[in-house]
């Protein structure tokens, strides 16, 4: 089979402080066959996991662009339009006989002028390729399925895990089925039911652990092909935006239909118990300071790059300062001006640092501190959580003041594991809390360890409360913003392509 693979994502937050352009994307490098960067696991990024199935399978594949950016927000059309155009010349170039086109998007990109990235590039290469040609789109969790998306994919699926460590599972899966498809030995029958709610729902954790749990197990069902939960991505502010559930079954409409259905009622009624449970800064504080031993983790979830945010704020680490709270870790802050000081000094220096606060209201009040400067890394770097490539951390200056020790940085980073601070000389088990500046994909690498994790709802861009958010396009009703009633589900969509 000949294939062409394509990784373009970008999780879009309407009301991120952070703007995004050509550069966002720049920065964590942008792959292209015609290119001078080396195709690696590092620069194929989600399109390694196609590349590599190929391989086993003595399959043919181009992989063209391969590029994200870290979540901010909507980027700026022309750029949008030059990253879309890259990917779709590059599948021109590779399109004699082609036999599937396999997308990893995220979901929510959203550019200055286009509300629906996934959908406008979905729609260009089926216009592209037409209409027999098995298109794959696999996508995060934390996506907003549209019926563009719908209308022009055969097959989309989503990762189940929050944190997303089934990626290559996944993709896997859909390069299995869009095969099948291609070869005519299924045809699929495609039913969303969008869920008029949003939320961040862990599935590490009871309840939704059972209820991922029971998805798997469904999905075995004969003549189901794939169950997919889109949980929307609830600092989207676009008419489709909200979460989801998606069934494609074997040429079976009803049974398709009919599941999404009561799937759809299910999840619906997780909305409150699905979500971790999270305290003010307070609560989170008091609780810490009661565990005897060990290190304690508190997410600083409102802050997390990963979702948006500047990952500058400073509301968790005026408390500890004021509480007189040592033996603490906070990471990453990225404020840039501040590392550039800190490598001027040199480890061991001395010096007043302004550090954070620097973004917007979102980020707090700048803290001044006199710092010593323990450990500067050019090169740190973690394995990303979706799919293990080693990702730059950017430099990391690593300072001390009162007790506390701050992680800055100049890529704004979420912490997925603690190999970051190790490549920094700390160990963090060593510390009695650790503040880290993620929602909840540093559970996968840090769960292990922890005596006890807190989730903290501070201020900042991604605090829980999406009500106090200016929405102006959202369709509604939908929950937490409105009281909804669990029978005004929207009807189904169903589609048959390729
Ligand atoms: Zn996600």
Known sequence: MRIFAAYFAHETNSFSPIPTNLESFRELGIYRPSGDTEFTPESAKGAWHFFEEAQRRGDEITVGLCAHAQPSRPTRGEDYRTLRDWLLEDLQEAQDELDMVLLFMHGSMMSEDCDDCEGDVLQRIRELVGP??????????????????????????????????????????????????????????????????????????????????????????????????????????????????????????????????????????????????????????????SVAE???????????????????????????????????????????????????????????????????????????????????????????????????????????????????????????????????????????LLVLKSSHHFYAGFHQRAARILYCDAPGTLNRDVRQLPFQRLRRPIWPLDEVCSDTFAGIVNAATG
């Open 132 to 289: 027999d040609i098995p298109i794959g789109l696999l996508l995060d969790l934390h996506c907003n399925i549209t019926e563009k998306m719908l209308q022009h994919a055969t097959i989309i699926k989503a990762c189940k895990e929050y944190p997303h460590t089934d990626f290559r599972d996944r993709a896997l899966e859909l390069y299995d089925i869009c095969a099948r498809v291609r070869k005519g030995e299924v045809q699929p029958s495609v039913a969303l039911v969008p869920v008029p709610m949003f939320g961040l729902f862990q599935t590490s954790l009871p309840p939704m652990r059972p209820f991922i749990d029971s998805i798997i197990e469904r999905e075995q069902q004969a003549g189901i092909l794939s169950i997919s939960l889109g949980h929307g991505f609830p600092w989207s502010d676009f008419e489709s935006a909200g979460a989801s559930v998606l069934v494609t079954s074997d040429g079976d409409p009803q049974l398709a239909s009919s599941l999404a259905q009561s799937l759809a009622h299910e999840f619906f009624a997780l909305r409150e118990s699905g979500q971790a449970p999270a305290a003010n800064i307070e609560q989170v504080l008091d609780e810490a300071c």
């Open 294 to 432: 060990g290190t304690v983790v508190v997410a600083d979830m409102s802050d997390n790059p990963g979702g948006g945010a500047a990952s500058d704020s400073t509301f968790i680490l005026q408390q500890l300062l004021a509480r007189g709270i040592r033996d603490a870790m906070v990471a990453y802050v990225w404020d840039p001006g501040s590392v550039d000081l800190a490598f001027a000094a040199g480890e061991g220096a001395k010096l007043p640092l302004r550090i954070g606060g620097k973004v917007g209201p979102a980020s707090g009040k700048p803290v001044d501190l006199e710092v010593t400067v323990e450990h500067l890394r050019r090169d740190a770097r973690q394995a990303h959580i979706a799919d293990g490539t080693s990702t730059h951390l950017g430099r990391t200056a690593v300072v001390s003041a009162h007790g506390i020790e701050i992680a800055l940085n100049d890529i704004r980073q979420q912490p997925f594991t603690p190999e970051g601070l190790v490549a920094c000389g700390i160990d963090p088990w060593k510390r009695r």
